[in-house]
């Protein structure tokens, strides 16, 4: 089983910038394709990002496209979402998702307990 612990998340201004870290557990993690996701009130679960074992193969939801990056450092276990130019809007609980299989797209399998991040105007 993995485990999934996010870190980072907090209260920023519009325009601020935060950086979520997660690390995880329980399975050799450069077997792990990472992700990112989030969830507003009302809103259903969203994706935002996702990477393979090399942080040169990255993906992004066109909301964040430009503002987040996500990487990874396999030696860490530990894969980031680099959030900038943050926006109210991007006031959600943001989540780490883990899927062990590579396939055309990215369907996680495991979960962290999510971060919230709020956003203030």
């Known amino acids: 089983q993995v485990q999934l612990v996010e870190s980072g998340g907090g209260l920023v201004q519009a325009g601020g910038s935060l950086r979520l870290s997660c690390v995880a557990s329980g399975r050799a993690f450069n077997s792990l394709v990472m992700g990112w996701y989030r969830q507003a009130p009302g809103k259903d679960r969203e994706f935002l990002a996702s990477v393979q074992w090399s942080s040169a193969s990255t993906y992004y939801a066109d909301s964040v496209k430009g503002r987040f990056t996500i990487s990874r450092d396999n030696a860490k276990n530990t894969v980031y979402l680099q959030m900038n130019s943050l926006k109210p809007e991007d006031t959600a609980v943001y989540y780490c998702?883990?899927?062990?299989?590579?396939?055309?797209?990215?369907?996680?399998?495991?979960w962290g307990q999510g971060t919230q991040i709020t956003v203030s105007s």
């Open positions: 998702a883990a899927d062990p299989f590579l396939r055309n797209t990215f369907q996680p399998v495991h």
